[in-house]
């Protein structure tokens, strides 16, 4: 048995959250090749494995900054033209890459997500947010406030995932 298994109340909850956002994100990609995954169907450079390649890499990020704080992130404010074109490639299928491949590493971070959820001592613990344009200066996050930016961004990707799948082939994952 995990240790999620035995998680209740807010914990509970927070897993509950994480698990219904991931399934819609997922299900956009349902029956769809690599090919497919790696199209961009509308005016955004978005296609549907670049937005799970981004959530996965968001996650993986956030998670880390719940452990280690701030030095587990990048300093945005010191990023290049060339930092920020590599992080780009995370928004896009690149050659080699496989829709198989992109949704076992995101099956992956989330499971340790979950872990982490089930076990970290003090949700209420906190960090100083890394240094970026589009954070307060001296603002602080606890983990459950970082849990809960996870799941918003896994909504609001989500959504953006079902207008390129409907744009693609019509296809609606969610109404």
Request: hydrophobic share 40%; net charge negative.
């Amino acid at each position: 048995m995990n240790a999620t298994e035995t998680v209740t109340g807010e914990r509970a909850d927070l897993l509950e959250m994480l698990a219904k956002q991931r399934h819609f994100l997922r299900f956009t990609t349902h029956d769809l090749t690599d090919e497919q995954s790696g199209l961009r169907t509308t005016a955004s450079e978005l296609c549907l494995g670049g937005l799970i390649k981004h959530v996965t890499s968001v996650e993986r990020g956030w998670t880390a900054f719940i452990k280690e704080g701030a030095s587990a992130m990048p300093d945005f404010t010191a990023m290049t033209e060339d930092d920020f074109a590599q992080r780009a490639d995370e928004f896009r299928m690149l050659p080699g890459e496989t829709l198989t491949g992109v949704l076992a590493a995101y099956d992956e971070v989330a499971a340790h997500t979950d872990e982490l959820v089930a076990t970290l001592p003090d949700l209420g613990a906190d960090h100083a947010l890394p240094k970026a344009p589009w954070y307060e200066s001296g603002a602080r996050w606890s983990a459950r406030r970082v849990l809960m930016h996870i799941a918003t961004e896994t909504a609001q990707h989500a959504g953006h995932a079902d207008i390129i799948r409907e744009s693609l082939d019509g296809q609606k994952t969610m109404g």
